[in-house]
């Protein structure tokens, strides 16, 4: 992964929305060495749900700006929805196939 995180680091920008602690993605990505290529992390220390946490993220971007929002839970791509992002289901988290 960290191949193609570095790769696709050089055209898109990459953040983290997630219900787990800030503090432990942080250590991963950086245990990975992947931790420069995201712009930002919004964990469960802000208290929101996960659309209004990509919306905060969007507000912050150039209106020009696309984007995808990649997730691996059902609710995951729900709360997508509620935004103006696409998403992208995958199958290596939570849920099944």
Do not use: C
Not at 36 to 60: A, H, Q, V
Not at 66 to 85: C, H, N, Q, R, V
Request: glycine share 6%; hydrophobic share 35%; aromatic share 10%.
């Amino acid at each position: 992964m960290k191949n193609i995180i570095e790769k696709l680091s050089k055209n898109f920008e990459f953040y983290i929305v997630s219900g787990n602690l800030k503090k432990v993605i942080q250590e991963t990505l950086t245990q990975n060495e992947i931790d420069s290529y995201f712009s930002g992390i919004w964990g469960r220390e802000e208290i929101m749900s996960k659309s209004e946490k990509i919306k905060e993220i969007l507000e912050t971007l150039p209106t020009e700006n696309e984007g995808f929002y990649i997730g691996d839970t059902s609710s995951d791509i729900l709360e997508a929805k509620k935004t103006k992002l696409s998403s992208i289901a995958v199958t290596w988290g939570f849920h099944s196939k």
